[in-house]
């Protein structure tokens, strides 16, 4: 007998299986400059509302995957002190005043150490939660994300996080290409833009699921509490 059998999500577009043991949680960039109203997010104009709105949602996902003892792992988007891992390209997009490691409103911006760049404590990891330093958009850029999940016999991600079009669609879309199947729940992502949430969310789905499958947490939840009373 099979001692994990697949368990079917509630998805679009259609029914995800998701498999005990094969699959880990990946949590990207709740970050504290990204999410705090006194954070660099904020100073630049931005709604954090639109992403606080995922906080909650997320802690309780987290907390009943915590409850399995499955997999769980975060990203935060940062680069060394020296900016050595920086490209140029990448300092003066934008063309603001204040810009990547510069002095913000949370120590030097987006800058791994820094106050700002750190997990918020809602959702902080615990020790034995890998945390992944990423330079860039997507977690497998120049990180050793994949070696973990190869380490660990993943094959599946359900991804949460921030924002939804950017650093969470960057990942499913590197994950798809390396042939791990995602699950999004959409109330666990956000934008700051709603617009480029949904066509965020979308993108994922079309075409049969090209990069993945959207459900929703309660799905998710209530599944794994069917397993913990079984």
Known sequence: MNANPTIEIDAQPYSFGLSPGRCALLVIDMQRDFLEPGGFGAMLGNDVSQLRRTIEPNR??????????????????????????????KKIRGRTQTTIGDAGPMGRILIRGEPGQDIIPELYPAANEPVIDKPGKGAFYATDLQLILQQHGISQLVVTGVTTEVCVNSTIREANDRGYECLVPEDCVGSYFPEFHRAGLKMIAAQGGIFGWITHSDHLIKAMNVIGTS
Do not use: F, K, N, V
């Not at 987290?62 to 409850?67: D, E, Q, S």
């Not at 935060?76 to 900016?83: K, S």
């Open 60 to 89: 309780r996902l987290l907390a009943a995957w915590r409850a399995q003892g499955w997999l769980a792992i975060h990203t935060r988007e940062g680069h060394r002190p020296d900016l050595s891992d920086l490209p140029p390209a």
